[in-house]
């Protein structure tokens, strides 16, 4: 009896050391092939860029509450923008993950630091609610920082030491826990080199457009452009009206609507702008055929002409944008009181 008393004793302790000692790790940025992994963000100046968490831990390290604060200096970022950050599996299965509202300045943060905090939480106790347990290297999160314009010397240079641990003011900094009432798992953190590129200009390309929009629409004609540093896009046009359907960072898409303009063999240039770069595409010798549509004429209330006498009546023709193959146009007058002479 002694025996065995003694032996599940050293096992509970065996345990408890083993759990209280499980490491996890996270790394900020970068990726990974295989175990190998490649500590470098590449992002542009005054854009938003992607950090990637990914983290890998000890097989006993079975994680049920997570706070994972990122941290990001004041002279290189101004914004962790809290809608573009995103997380996967498990935190999606959990009852609470988000990113929390606060934008943390100093303190908690040292001077000259901001910071974002991600907090999840697990319910073992009710429906399905997975640990996270991944001894692989996985990625869990996607935090979302924006870079402020480069002052000179950034582009073409990489820097350490810019992205750090963040503290938040009511949760510390980085923990692990299994809900269990322990002391929970060390967690180590590393941080990617950042690598300020050279922006790129967003992609574009014309849509084909037909000789007749008789029996099209303008919204047939949807054109994109994308833009790969994920910058607001602004698209505009030298004639027509562009129509936005879709405008997110990094993607945009719409249309060229012609409607009550007439042009005859023009060279409608299509620009996108990022903010810092154009791009630009050309639709050579386009005319507005078969946009005329229903016509509204506008005349005079009332003319003063002298018996005898000539003069010109202003007859405006408003045409809509619905196609029609021809029209007829009829006055109707007094011929004992008036005769037209000419139209033009």
């Not at 009852?95 to 001077?111: G, I, K, M, R, V």
């Not at 910071?115 to 990625?139: C, M, V, W």
């Not at 719409?254 to 639709?283: E, K």
């Not at 005898?308 to 023709?317: C, D, E, I």
Request: proline content about 7%; hydrophobic content about 40%; glycine content about 12%.
């Amino acid at each position: 009896m002694t025996k065995r008393l003694l032996g599940l004793s050293l096992l509970a302790m065996f345990l408890l050391i083993g759990s209280a000692f499980a490491q996890v790790d996270v790394y900020y940025g970068g990726y990974f092939t295989g175990t190998v992994w490649h500590d470098t963000i590449n992002g542009k100046d005054n854009a938003n860029v992607n950090v990637p968490v990914y983290i890998i831990m000890d097989p006993t390290a079975y994680v049920a509450d997570c706070h994972l604060p990122l941290g990001v200096s004041d002279t290189y970022f101004d914004a962790i923008p809290q809608s573009l950050c995103t997380f996967s599996y498990p935190f999606t299965a959990w009852d609470d993950a988000s990113f929390l509202n606060a934008f943390e300045t100093s303190p908690p943060n040292p001077p000259g630091w901001h910071s974002r905090s991600f907090l999840g939480f697990a319910d073992l106790g009710g429906g399905s609610n997975p640990y996270l347990h991944f001894t692989e290297p996985t990625q869990i999160l996607n935090f979302v920082v924006h870079t402020l314009p480069d002052p000179g010397g950034w582009t073409g240079n990489a820097f350490s030491g810019i992205l750090q641990d963040g503290v938040s003011s009511t949760l510390g900094g980085p923990a692990m826990g299994d809900t269990l009432g322990g002391p929970g798992y060390p967690v180590t953190t590393h941080y990617a080199w950042f690598l300020f590129s050279a922006n790129s200009a967003p992609t574009i390309t014309c849509p084909t457009l037909p000789a007749d929009f008789c029996g099209h629409a303008y919204s047939d004609y949807v054109f994109c452009v994308d833009d790969v540093d994920g910058n607001m896009i602004t698209v505009t046009s030298s004639h027509g009206t562009v129509v936005t359907v879709t405008n997110e960072p990094g993607h945009w898409c719409g249309y060229l609507d012609f409607c009550g303009v007439a042009l005859n063999n023009v060279n409608i240039v299509i620009d996108a702008y990022d903010g810092t770069d154009h791009a630009s595409c050309t639709i050579a010798g386009f005319s507005t055929n078969g946009l005329i549509g229903k016509m509204v004429a506008d005349m005079p209330d009332s003319f003063p002409i002298w018996p005898g006498y000539s003069a010109w009546m202003p007859v405006t023709l408003d045409g809509g944008c619905t196609c029609i193959g021809g029209f007829e146009f009829t006055i109707v007058y007094d011929p004992s009181v008036l005769q037209i002479l000419d139209v033009r």
